[in-house]
C-alpha cells in the first residue's frame, strides 16, 4: 500500500513527506504490539492446549502483560489517526490525478480506518464484558486477535430481521436442550 502512496503522490510533496514518516513509525509500533502480544501468547498459552489459541479471559485483562498490550495499542492508535488524516489531506486536496489510483487509495484507506476501528473494538475495556476475544496462531505461524459480541440477537433484528417479511434458519444448533428459547432471545 505504501508503494501505491508514493505512485499516487507526487514525490516531492510535503504531505507525502509526513505520510511516510507516519508510516514507518506506525509501522515499527505496530511491529512491537504484535511482539507484545506474541509474547503474551506464549506465556498464557497452556501447553497441553489442542489448539494453539487463547481466549482472553477477564483475569488476563488484570496482568502486567495485558497492560504493556494496552499501552502499545495506545501508540498505535494515535500513530494511525495521524497517518489516516494525512491520507484524508492527499484525497480531499486531490493530489491524486489518475482516476485509477485514486480509487484504490480511497479503497485502501477505507481498509485502513476499518483495521482502526477493529483495534478499538478489541482493546476498548468498556466493552470487554459484552464481548468474546481470543489470541491464536495460525498454520503460518502469524498471531491475530480476533473478537465478537457475545450476543448477536440486536444485530441480527436490525439488520436481518426487521428488513425481512420472513427468513428460514438451519442449523445444527438452533435448539439447545429440547428448546429453541436461546435461539429466541
Known amino acids: 500500500q505504501v508503494g501505491m502512496l508514493r505512485a499516487a503522490v507526487t514525490e516531492g510533496s510535503e504531505t507525502m513527506k509526513i505520510s511516510r ?55 498505535v492508535k494515535e500513530h494511525g489517526t495521524h497517518l489516516i488524516h494525512q491520507l484524508r489531506a492527499i484525497e480531499e486536496n486531490n493530489y491524486i490525478n489518475n482516476d485509477k489510483l485514486r480509487k484504490e487509495f480511497k479503497s485502501m484507506l477505507l481498509e485502513i480506518e476499518q483495521k482502526f476501528m477493529d483495534l478499538n473494538t478489541i482493546m476498548n475495556k468498556e466493552t470487554l464484558g459484552q464481548r468474546i476475544s481470543w489470541i ?13 459480541p457475545y450476543n448477536i440477537g440486536e444485530k441480527l433484528k ?5 428488513k425481512k417479511r420472513s427468513c428460514i434458519l438451519t442449523s445444527a444448533t438452533l435448539r439447545t436442550d429440547p428448546s429453541f428459547n436461546f435461539f429466541r432471545e
Open 136 to 148: 491464536y496462531k495460525t498454520l503460518e505461524g502469524n498471531i491475530s486477535v480476533k473478537s465478537a
Open 21 to 75: 514518516a507516519l508510516n514507518n513509525q506506525l509501522i515499527s509500533r505496530i511491529e512491537i504490539f504484535f511482539g507484545l502480544i506474541g509474547i503474551f501468547f506464549e506465556r498464557y498459552l497452556q501447553p497441553n492446549q489442542y489448539q494453539a489459541q487463547i481466549n482472553l479471559r477477564p483475569s488476563l485483562y488484570q496482568t502486567a502483560e495485558w497492560e504493556k498490550i494496552t499501552q502499545a495499542s495506545v501508540s
Open 158 to 162: 436490525n439488520l436481518l430481521f426487521d
